[in-house]
Every structure is written in C-alpha cells, then in structure tokens.
T-cell receptor, first 113, second 112 residues
C-alpha cells in the first residue's frame, strides 16, 4: 500500500465550524489531490497540488481551501462547514503528471450536522 | 461534469463467469484508467491504457479502448468472490495536470 495517511478518519462536526483534514505521504510524490465521493456523483476533484505551495482548483472547489507547506502534507480546510459538505474525502498522490497511477488514501468520513 | 460514465451501474453474476463493464467519455483523452474500490476503502489502481493503445491485459483483466467511439470496456474473466467491489473508470485529459475525472462506477457482485 502507498504510504498515505489521512486524519481524522471519521469526524462529526456542526454547521458553521471550521474543519481541517490532513493528508500525509511518505512516498515523496510531487502531486497530491483531494477528492470527495458522493452517491450518484462518483469522485470529484476538489483541489490538487503540484508542489510545495503550488495548488490549483478542481471541479468542486467552492467552500474549500488547501495548503501544502511541505512535500509530505496536504491540508484540506472547510472554513465554515455546511451539510452539503457531508461526504467521504479521499487524498491521493502521484509521482508524475503524465498518465501515471494515482494512489489513494483510505478516506475520511465527514458528517456535518 | 462527469467525463466517464460506467454501464451498467450494477452487475451481479455467478462466480466463475466473466464480467464486462463499459465506460463512455466525452472529450479527447491522454489515457484511461480503471480502479477498484472495496466497500469502505480507498480506490486501487487496476490498469492504465493510453490513447494510442487498443487493448491491454493484466492477469484476469482485459481492457479495450475505442477512441473513435470514446468508450472503454473492462473484462474480468473467471470471476471470484473477492472481485466483488465497485469499479471506476477515470480519464486523463490531454492537457493540464493529472486531473483524472472519474465516472460513477459499476457495483459488481460475485455470487458464490
């Protein structure tokens, strides 16, 4: 298994509170991604990073911010959680840009009540 | 918007039978990948096929790609109970970073 650790794995939070999900990798891969998975939508890209301090938006970035201060860590922050952000969040990594395999973490289950 | 769409959404077969899943996409691609997801787990890469390839094999997996029809198929031969999972196709764009776009998946159930 790729060395990807997501934390927390499960979290219940209240609407309007900030939430940060952490992704830590031990593979020294350049690219890191945050996806969310919802029934009927498959996986959708939220944000990705192509290097330290280099990030870009994905398909569903509204309401989310990210930061990458070190190669191994990629943080996803919900500034003010809403019920529509209840989802399973997956971090993923890949070594290269051109058609390489993406390796996924085990997921973080977030419930916003 | 979703690029890949899998068909069928759910498939139930007997152990030992072959399972075929299809994926259609809308725009030109660099590559197409298939992933498996066991319940409650992350996705695991199965196979990648590039846009200039037509068929690829890996063990009991066979993937085809028809860029003229913008479609791909995943064949699992001699299915096993352990193959029970959801299967996703993901398309890699021609330009830009590795921003794979996933379909909604096919839920495969192998009955003993």
């Amino acid at each position: 298994d790729a060395g990807i650790t997501q934390s927390p794995r499960h979290k219940v939070t209240e609407t309007g509170t900030p939430v940060t999900l952490r992704c830590h990798q031990t593979e020294n891969h350049r690219y890191m991604y945050w996806y969310r998975q919802d029934p009927g939508h498959g996986l959708r890209l939220i944000h990705y990073s192509y290097g330290v301090k280099d990030t870009d938006k994905g398909e569903v970035s509204d309401g989310y911010s990210v930061s990458r201060s070190k190669t191994e860590d990629f943080l996803l922050t919900l500034e003010s959680a809403t019920s529509s952000q209840t989802s399973v969040y997956f971090c993923a990594i890949s070594p290269h840009m051109d058609g390489n395999t993406i390796y996924f973490g085990e997921g973080s289950w977030l419930t916003v009540v | 918007s979703q690029q890949g769409e899998e068909d069928p959404q759910a498939l139930s077969i007997q152990e030992g039978e072959n399972a075929t899943m299809n994926c259609s996409y809308k725009t030109s691609i660099n590559n197409l990948q298939w992933y498996r997801q066991n319940s409650g787990r992350g996705l695991v890469h199965l196979i990648l096929i590039r846009s200039n390839e037509r068929e690829k094999h890996s063990g009991r997996l066979r993937v085809t790609l028809d860029t003229s029809k913008k479609s791909s198929s995943l064949l699992i031969t001699a299915s096993r109970a352990a193959d029970t999972a959801s299967y996703f196709c993901a398309t890699g764009p021609i330009q830009g970073a590795q921003k794979l776009v996933f379909g909604q998946g096919t839920r495969l159930t192998i009955n003993p």
